[in-house]
């Protein structure tokens, strides 16, 4: 599947908030940038050599790594790290609009419901695929605009 972003502009709308467009066509230009460089990443990890060397960077730090014990194979997962990138640049973009605000209740849910099914819950913070301290059903930020960092204590009840 793929998923390609655009920058488009409706004008006289006033239906949302006007969103300075410099603003959403640098975060695009970004998510691109990224996005390639996940390409790449993945294609150079393909390899059988830099698989072998990437396995010694895990076993070198395993003891950083918990109870998870990553291996390579499950390391790196382009289809996951696009879709943390996707999730995490439309949070970015939905963040500089009003949408969320004016969109009806009824679809927010069924926002909010996508993003559940698709993310699963954790009281605690982790790190998902994208390196990306996260919390609950995807949250990389608190209700109260706070970013979510690994040191937070775990969510007493369900956000």
């Known amino acids: 599947m793929k998923t390609e972003l655009t920058l488009s502009t409706a004008t006289g709308s ?13 975060l695009l230009t970004t998510h691109k940038r990224i996005a390639a460089s996940i390409g ?8 059988d050599d830099c698989k072998s060397a990437l396995g010694y960077y895990l076993k070198a730090c395993r003891e950083d790594q918990g109870r998870i014990g990553l291996n390579v194979s ?15 640049y439309w949070d ?3 963040r500089l609009t009003d949408v969320l605000e004016c ?4 679809r927010r849910d069924e ?7 698709h993310e699963g819950y954790s009281s605690r913070p982790y790190l998902c695929p994208a390196k990306i301290p996260t919390i609950g059903y995807g949250n990389t930020y608190y209700p109260d605009g706070t970013k979510v960092t690994m040191q937070d204590q775990p969510l007493s009840k369900e956000m």
Not at 14 to 26: H, I, M, Q
Not at 103 to 106: D, E, G, I, T
Not at 111 to 117: G, N, P, S, T, V
């Open 74 to 88: 499950g390391l790196m997962q382009k289809d996951k790290a696009m879709a943390a990138l996707h999730s995490d």
């Open 14 to 26: 006033g239906f949302f908030a006007p969103v300075d467009t410099s603003l959403l066509g640098a």
């Open 111 to 117: 926002w909010y419901e996508l993003i559940k099914k």
């Open 103 to 106: 969109m009806p209740q009824v």
């Open 40 to 47: 790449a990443v993945d294609a150079f990890m393909q390899g």
């Open 92 to 94: 970015k973009a939905l």
